[in-house]
């Protein structure tokens, strides 16, 4: 899946802070059930978590090692799921697998970017792939805007909380602890089960609320 948006309002520095920024994440991320950094692979490469509510069935969760770089006015974050000895897949989420995720910013001014968003996923699940297929391309555009609106209020909520602490822009900021990548290992879609659990009460539950 592939989506490309033109930005006039912002600037891709400020995209590419908010993508890169967790605490913020908290304010515009409506999904998010949870989402924390890890541990630190090298100055540009980091492994974290990241889980999320689905509306009926079951909340995805995801370990990922995500790395960045910052090259002219071109700036690239592009993650992969892993497998972490200290944070196997857990009964209270169905564990997604990101093949590939990655976002292209490109400047074009000082207050205009192209966004660029590309993602390989399986959600796992019992979810039929026609259906998963359909969600992503209605999804990634909300997803898309939604970055940007929150980008669009970023400056202003960034001048209130630690204005000048900005860890995936200067290394020494960061204090997550160092992990060896060879702890870690690729996590293949075929290796976790494909289970909703979503059970005969639960649809009930859904009907009588309803």
Avoid at 29 to 38: F, H, Q, R, V
Avoid at 129 to 155: D, F
């Amino acid at each position: 899946m592939h989506c490309k948006m033109t930005i006039k309002d912002v600037s891709a520095a400020t995209m590419y802070d908010v993508l890169h920024d967790g605490q913020y994440r908290k304010e515009w991320d409506s999904n998010m059930m949870e989402s924390y950094d890890i541990a630190r692979l090298s100055a540009n490469a980091d492994v974290g978590y990241y889980s999320w509510r689905c509306p009926i069935i079951k909340g995805r969760d995801v370990v990922t090692l995500r790395s960045w770089q910052v090259k002219d006015d071109e700036y690239v974050i592009v993650n992969f799921s892993v497998k972490h000895p200290k944070h196997p897949p857990c009964s209270n989420f169905v564990r997604a697998v990101s093949i590939l995720t990655g976002y292209l910013i490109k400047s074009t001014g000082p207050s205009s970017c192209t966004f660029i968003y590309l993602s390989q996923a399986d959600p796992k699940g019992s979810i039929p792939k026609v259906v998963v297929n359909t969600a992503t391309q209605i999804l990634a555009p909300k997803v898309m805007k939604g970055v940007h609106q929150a980008a669009v209020k970023y400056s202003a909520w960034k001048q209130a909380h630690s204005p000048h602490q900005k860890p995936w822009l200067y290394p020494e900021q960061n204090t997550l602890p160092v992990m060896d990548p060879a702890e870690l290992s690729i996590q293949r879609a075929d290796s976790l089960e494909n289970v909703d659990e979503v059970t005969q009460e639960d649809g009930q539950e859904n009907e009588d609320s309803s």
